[in-house]
């Protein structure tokens, strides 16, 4: 493998360059081209390598590096190279086009993302961005689905969101709250990641009642509203197959495939949905009605999928959900059409 050192990136950006460190990376801003340098290692959310495709920026940018980078993706009269620091020197990753910049009205950059012209090999992935082995969230809230989906969906919360730390207030479900509201509510232990990032289960206190209906959970731009019968142990809700305890389960098993730290999304045909699922147990639940829910589930170690049939005959709409990069690892081997992966 050949690697670059400081000296060449530095040659690399030409005549008078400006050098500007950053945590986790440097740049170097010159009359050819704008380098770009990140340290190695797994940090989502920070500054760098998100995935074979994409090098991540995040804070605040000096000025003349946020200048620069919206100068060059403009008009592209200048390179941006990248490069990833390993111990042993620069590995050349070369030509990056400038796909997103964030920023505010007055000119700051406080965030960017670069795709590479050449993807990462996945040996090159796990040199700079290694993830280590760890343990994978099981599956025993799965063998409880048909006979205690309440103790399911307990069980489900208790695994996925082991990590999370509980909230400084636990929710207070109202008295009357059917059984399985209750559970979900003091499951979540105040922890607002169980009601939801993308779509929200509403906390107890906006709870409201109409005419016999409780909407209890909304699309994050009002598409629509979630509601139960009030006066069951498990009621129904309003347009929905399953009772209140399989949607909460599909809602929070929705969210979780598609807000986890980790995720990959795709369109896939039928065959290639089907080998996918090989490697994972089917949630025995029926299609979600509401705008954007999931058409199946399916659950492996430390993985959770959707599939959304939105009809289009020719495949669905997949999003998978993990907390740790481990668990995405034996989706490599399938060599499947993603239009992101985070493993």
Do not use: C
Request: net charge negative.
């Amino acid at each position: 493998m050949h690697l670059a050192s400081e000296q060449a990136a530095l040659a690399a950006a030409g005549v008078s360059p400006q050098r500007f460190t950053l945590p986790h990376a440097t740049i170097i801003l010159g009359d050819q081209a704008l380098v770009v340098i990140v340290d190695a290692g797994d940090r989502p959310g920070a500054t760098a390598v998100r995935d074979a495709g994409e090098i991540v920026l995040s804070g605040v940018l000096p000025g003349p590096v946020g200048s620069g980078l919206g100068y060059f993706n403009a008009d592209g009269a200048r390179l941006v190279l990248a490069y990833i620091r390993l111990p042993d020197g620069l590995l050349p990753v070369g030509p990056a086009r400038v796909a997103s910049l964030s920023g505010t009205h007055d000119g700051i950059v406080f965030g960017a993302a670069l795709r590479p012209a050449t993807r990462l090999t996945y040996d090159q992935l796990d040199l700079v961005r290694p993830a280590p082995a760890v343990p994978l969230e099981d599956t025993a809230w799965l063998d409880l689905m048909r006979t205690d989906r309440i103790a399911a969906l307990r069980a489900f919360i208790a695994t996925w969101h082991a990590a999370t730390p509980a909230g400084p207030v636990a929710y207070a479900p109202p008295t009357d709250a059917p059984e399985p509201l209750r559970t979900l509510y003091e499951a979540a232990e105040g922890r607002k990641s169980v009601l939801g990032a993308q779509n929200f289960l509403r906390p107890p206190a906006e709870l409201t009642t109409d005419n016999g209906w409780v909407a209890f959970a909304d699309e994050n731009q009002g598409a629509f509203v979630l509601e139960h019968r009030t006066g069951d142990p498990d009621p129904v809700v309003r347009d929905e197959i399953e009772t209140l305890s399989g949607v909460l389960l599909q809602f929070v098993l929705f969210e979780a495939s598609f807000t986890s730290p980790m995720t990959v999304s795709g369109f896939l045909s039928d065959d290639e949905l089907a080998r996918l699922t090989a490697l994972l147990r089917r949630v025995p639940l029926g299609p979600a009605s509401w705008i954007g829910g999931p058409a199946r589930l399916y659950a492996g170690p430390g993985l959770i999928v959707a599939a959304d049939r939105t009809g289009d005959p020719d495949g669905q709409l997949v999003t998978v959900g993990a907390n740790h990069r481990a668990a995405l690892r034996p989706l490599r081997d399938l060599d499947l059409p993603w239009f992101d992966y985070d493993g």
